[in-house]
C-alpha cells in the first residue's frame, strides 16, 4: 500500500469519526463565530469543502506531470458562497461526499505519480506526495477546530 492509499484510508476514518460529531450541532450552533473575524463552523466546513474541490483538481492534473497551480484566496471563497447562511445538514452531506470522493481518487494514484512536482500559488515546489499528506492534515487541523468551538 503507497503512502497516498494509506492517506485516503486514514481520510475515509476521519469522515466517518467526524460526520456524528459535527451532527450534534444545530444549525444556530454552527452559525455562530467564536469570536470577531473568525468563522464560525459553517465557514470552517465550507472552506474545507471548497479545499477538496481544488485539492482534487490538483491530485488528478499532477499524475499527468509537473503542475503549477494557483492558490485560492480561502477568505473570498468563504464570504463569496454565504457559508454562514447555508444549511448545515446539507454542509456536512457535502462536505462528506465530496471527501469520499476524494478518498477514492487519492487511493488511485499511481507509486511513481507521487513524486511529481507540484507548485501551488506561492508555495514552494513540492511532491504530490507531500501535497497528499498535508491535506489531511490541513482537514484534521479544521476538524480540531470545530470541536474546540464548543
Not at 470552517?44 to 499532477?62: K, T, W, Y
Not at 462528506?96 to 505519480?113: F, G, Y
Request: net charge negative; aromatic share 8%.
Amino acid at each position: 500500500m503507497n503512502l497516498a492509499e494509506q492517506t485516503a484510508r486514514g481520510l475515509e476514518q476521519t469522515i466517518a469519526a467526524a460526520v456524528p460529531r459535527l451532527q450534534q450541532f444545530t444549525g444556530e450552533e454552527a452559525a455562530i463565530a467564536p469570536a470577531p473575524g473568525k468563522w464560525c463552523k459553517k465557514e470552517i466546513l465550507g472552506h474545507l469543502i471548497d479545499s477538496a474541490l481544488n485539492n482534487h483538481v490538483r491530485f488528478i492534473r499532477a499524475q499527468q506531470g509537473p503542475l503549477e497551480a494557483p492558490g485560492y484566496d480561502q477568505d473570498f471563497w468563504v464570504q463569496a458562497q454565504q457559508y454562514r447562511e447555508a444549511g448545515w445538514d446539507t454542509l456536512i452531506h457535502t462536505w462528506a461526499a465530496i471527501n469520499r470522493n476524494l478518498a477514492r481518487a487519492m487511493a488511485l494514484i499511481p507509486a511513481e505519480a507521487l513524486q511529481q512536482t507540484c507548485k501551488i500559488g506561492n508555495n514552494a515546489p513540492a511532491t504530490l506526495e507531500y501535497w497528499v499528506q498535508d491535506y489531511l492534515a490541513h482537514l484534521q487541523h479544521h476538524l480540531r477546530q470545530l470541536q474546540a468551538h464548543d
